[in-house]
């Protein structure tokens, strides 16, 4: 599973909402959001920005990136030369 849709539930979750609480607070359907989780929809970044706002959570948050040594981020570690 994606870190991403591990991440949403977490995050919906921890902040005592339910499916159909989030979709009224983002705007995003509640079923695309159930689907969103169950990888059954790849979300459009407009769709995981909502959510982000509503969850009140950075995207690097929602989606794992990291910044540390090994992480995912890109250009992280270059070698200067």
């Known amino acids: 599973m994606h870190p991403m849709r591990t991440r949403l539930k977490e995050w919906r979750e921890k902040r005592g909402l339910t499916v159909r609480k989030l979709g009224d607070l983002s705007g995003v359907h509640y079923v695309s959001i159930v689907k969103i989780e169950t990888e059954r929809l ?3 970044l407009s769709t995981i920005l909502r ?5 009140q959570v950075s995207l690097s948050q929602l989606v ?13 570690d270059t070698a200067k030369g």
């Open 51 to 55: 959510l982000c706002q509503a969850l």
């Open 64 to 76: 794992g990136e990291t910044n540390k040594k090994g992480g995912a981020s890109h250009g992280a």
């Open 42 to 44: 790849d979300p459009r």
